[in-house]
């Protein structure tokens, strides 16, 4: 029996983390078919993935356009087309708006603006024959949460580039999506998730009563990519209904973590 994305050929940027989301969206594609290229900045991060999933791994900093541009060129090469292109890239950066520095606005607009609109440049050039185009963003890029201006505001604004590519280049089949999760347990988000009273606290906020896993982003993330899904232009929502609600607030979850020290 075929699989979803049987036959297409898929290149996820922002897999070297373990168990990230990059990492869970590679392997349910390889499930449903896809043949694979798999990236991060690091070739040892993504060796043992292709190897695991028969795919190709390469390097790729989303900061370098060039770097972008060879990345599409070896995955041309090695899957013949690029049908599919997921960014998952990005980094969990806190801190208070007063305290915000001129480097740190600098290095996340590289990593969560700059990179990711190139990154979408470099691949409608490559998707001459249409496909679909996945990235990463957030809930928190919609709804608060305390102390993220920095981050909230380059996600939110990379939303609004993706709807003006996917009604730039629709006409050439070429589909922009964004999925937004709530907290998620990944690796860039470990250091809060050692805490039980956060996730108590995230929990609690969420109408499902939990955050959401890897693997259900990775399930959206493969009903965007196959060629049923009729949708351009949108954020997908992966959140328990988080939107309904709101994230903990700052308060919340520094007593939430004061409990756990205390116990």
Sequence with gaps: ??????????LILGAGGQGNMGQAIA???AREGAKLVVSARSTAAIENLATELAGTAVTCDIRSKSSIEALADEARA????????VDCTGANFAMPFLETTGEQLQDLFDLQFRGPFQFMQVMVEAMDHGG???RISSAASTIMLDDYAAYRGTKAAMDQVARSVADEFGSQGIRVNSISPGAVRTPMTAEVWAHPGVV???????PLGRTATV???AAA??????????????NLHVSGGLMLRSNPTKQ?????????AAT
Excluded: N, P
């Design 252 to 260: 919340q979850i520094l007593a939430a973590m004061a409990l756990t």
């Design 78 to 85: 090695t899957l013949g087309r690029i049908d599919i292109a």
């Design 200 to 206: 108590a606290e995230f929990d609690r906020t969420s």
């Design 215 to 217: 693997d259900e982003i």
């Design 27 to 29: 392997r349910r594609f």
């Design 1 to 10: 029996m075929s699989g979803r994305l049987t036959g297409k050929g898929a």
């Design 221 to 234: 993330a493969v009903w965007l990519a196959e060629d049923d899904c009729f949708m351009t232009g949108e």
């Design 132 to 134: 679909s185009i996945i």
